[in-house]
């Protein structure tokens, strides 16, 4: 185009302007600035003259017929500061983050130690099950609930933080001049929509790091990918495991311990990279924001904010820093372990065993034949489910020894029956039983100072095709033997001639007073079914005892049929308040609300609200001649006992009392269980020295189990 051309062009678009009432001349202002026709603060004079200041696709129309006053589109597209959000920085989020990140992995070290040590503690029961205590189990039990309690609630913590981080992020994208491919909303919802949320946060959070810097397209770290996958393995692993706890056996109980184990190795360094994907992400928006056109930013802010770009979170460390917090926290879960194993490695069962047991070897219950001589297996129950894995003490029969097997008999029902009933296996096995035991003792049964215990299999062993029942003779007494009891006639035992009473079994329950839902089954006194609803039993001897100057009483108890939930537990009680007596059912345990009283209870489930610290525990209760309670402000004292009270078999229990003393044996007669200091005299209101003694029980919805006492003798202090 020539120079006469590019004239008669200005001079055409002079024209149209006087016509539109507007000088073409600049108007100067009084400071002698000019003011330019354009609004456009990048177009010019120059822009009008040249043919590359037209916009493509520009169209004459009749405001504008030449087409040169349109505005030039610019090379990167402008944010309309009135169409977005104001910009706000996620630097102080992300501060907390990592805070709540660093005691995430405080916590995930620990979590780690407990599972292995946990694992250990059942390769232990498995190689050796007399080298575990009941009450490292249980102790291994308390720490891993309490851990998963406070990993549930942090994780919610750190997850809705996380959530309002990856939100402040994704929305300023627009302020930054980025598109965004999903709608803000997604920057939260894709975290709870199943099956999305395994890529779609990935998605926004790489969406996030494109758009937090110049070039859109950069790749995106391998850090945030590490840190996803981890994620993602975690998760997954926590979901088998969780859907795959099955412990009915020590085996599957092994396996589901190192399931966990595995799963909080992969949230302790998840946990790590997501402290070092907050910092580089938050790094990389902010130092972003700080370089852009400023008023991309500004235009967002007040007239009155000074604008301020926050400073960088934390340095880039690479790979090396990166894999540096996990790793400390590794560290915590070493040091935990080492100390947790040490201290549960330590005063094992296996120490703390004397006498008999010194020698013994430990095989399950269903392993034992005839002739083996073995102690009562209380330190050694593990209960892993609704079938007890159980490891028996096996000890020389010349040692002292609390039973001796004689016979191993097959159930006549096939492997395609059903499980007919615990009751239905007893009552079959005593036939069986009573038709060898006088060959093996070589005396009668109805005259022997021999009883017969029975290790027959429950539902489970059953389905899995176990039909064996196993019957021993143990002493009438409760007392060890020494020596084998084959051909013995029973002359290497003394019967208990001199008690004031002695149930060998309960065939007959002469003499007793039963109240509530207790009633004689079989050859078993029970004080309460396995009922799941709240009720309660209790059985007196009918004639008041001389308590004041001394007794000694010996029982067996078996508690069994438990569903899920053992509960509540029974309690031997001391009374002189009615021969009809009952308390309480549900964690009332029968004796709750019984004055004058003074019980030792065997309770067998946790319940908060009575002031419990344990699963289980033996404990003695008394209110005085008001009315007694099972809750823990009557405690007198209390243990946690190695024995597994609800493990299905029978336990024996041996209570001692002299003026100001009270003595509770459990399995063990050598060491009592519990000693409590305790004077009747002072403590009731006696009637010339007597009270009534018996027992008592409950059961309540989800926590049940039949409360059964095979055998009872008494004797009072001469």
Known sequence: MSDRDDD???????????GLGQS????????????????????????????????????????????????????????EPTSVEPYRSASGLAKVLQVAFV???????????????????????????LSVSLAQVETSSDRQGIIAIVQIVGLLAVGVIFIAWVRRLYRNLPVLGASQRFKPGWAVGAWFV?????????????????????????????????WWGFWIAGAALGQIVFRARDVSSLESARNLALGVATSDVAELVTAGLAFWVVARVTQRQVGYAATVTPHAVEATLPSSTELQYP???????????????????????????????????????????????????????????????????GITDA????????????????????????????????????????????????????TGFEGFVGESYDVSPLDIIFINPDVTGWRTGNRQMRCSVYRLDLQNMTGSMRGSGGIAVES???????????????????????????????????????????????????????????????????PQNPGDGFA??????????????????????????????????????????????????????????????????RVAPDVFLADGLPHLVRVEYSPGTLNVFVDAMNVPTLTVSLDLADTLRLDDGKAWVGFTASTEPGFRENHDILSWTFDVAQ
């Not at 405080?106 to 099950?129: C, K, M, N, Q, T």
């Not at 419990?612 to 001649?625: K, L, P």
């Open 24 to 79: 073409s001349e600049p108007d100067q202002d009084q400071d002698g600035t000019f003011e330019h026709v354009k609004e456009a603060d990048d177009v010019s004079i120059g822009d009008l003259d040249h043919p590359e200041g037209r916009a493509s696709g520009d169209r004459d129309d009749a405001d504008d017929p030449l087409g040169y006053l349109k505005r030039a589109e610019p090379s990167e597209p402008r944010i």
């Open 496 to 562: 208990y001639e001199d008690a004031v009473f002695a149930y060998a079994d309960f065939h007959a329950v002469e003499g007793l007073t039963l109240t509530g839902v207790a009633a004689q089954a079989d050859s078993v006194l029970r004080l309460t079914p396995s009922w799941n609803v709240s009720v309660a039993g209790a059985a007196w001897f009918s004639d008041k005892q001389p308590v004041e100057n001394g007794f000694e009483t010996s029982f067996v108890f078996q508690l069994s049929d438990i």
């Open 572 to 637: 031997f009680v001391i009374q002189n308040s009615d021969i009809f007596a009952l308390g309480e059912a549900s964690y009332g345990i029968g004796y709750t609300d019984i004055r004058n009283s003074v019980a030792v209870e065997f309770d067998t489930t946790f319940q908060g609200y009575s002031g419990d610290v344990g699963a289980q525990h033996i404990g003695v209760h008394t209110r005085g001649t008001d009315a007694n309670t099972s809750h823990e402000s009557a405690s007198i004292g």
């Open 311 to 377: 400073e960088r979170v934390t340095p880039k460390l690479g790979w090396l820093g990166a894999l540096s917090l996990p790793a400390v926290g590794v560290a915590v879960a070493v040091v935990a372990f080492l100390a947790w194993d040490v201290t549960e490695s330590g005063g094992n069962g296996e120490d703390e065993q004397s006498g008999s047991n010194a020698d013994a070897r430990s095989v399950m219950a269903t392993e034992l034949r005839v002739g083996d001589c073995f102690n009562n297996p």
């Open 194 to 226: 199943p099956f999305l949320n395994l890529w779609r946060p990935k998605q926004i959070v790489d969406e996030i790091w494109r758009g937090s810097s110049p070039s859109r397209s950069d790749q995106v770290s391998p850090l945030l990918h590490w």
């Open 383 to 434: 209960q892993t489910g609704p079938e007890p894995v159980l490891a028996v003490p096996v000890v020389p029969c010349e040692a002292p020894h609390f039973a001796e097997v004689y016979a191993v008999l097959e159930h006549p029902g096939s492997q395609s029956d059903p499980f007919p009933g615990e009751v239905a296996i007893t009552q079959q096995a005593l036939a069986q039983c009573l």
């Open 8 to 18: 008669g062009l200005v001079e055409s678009a002079k024209e149209w302007l006087e």
């Open 103 to 129: 005691a995430w992995m405080f916590l995930g070290g620990l979590a780690v130690a407990s599972s292995f040590v946990e694992y250990r503690l059942i390769l232990r029961l498995i190689e050796d099950p």
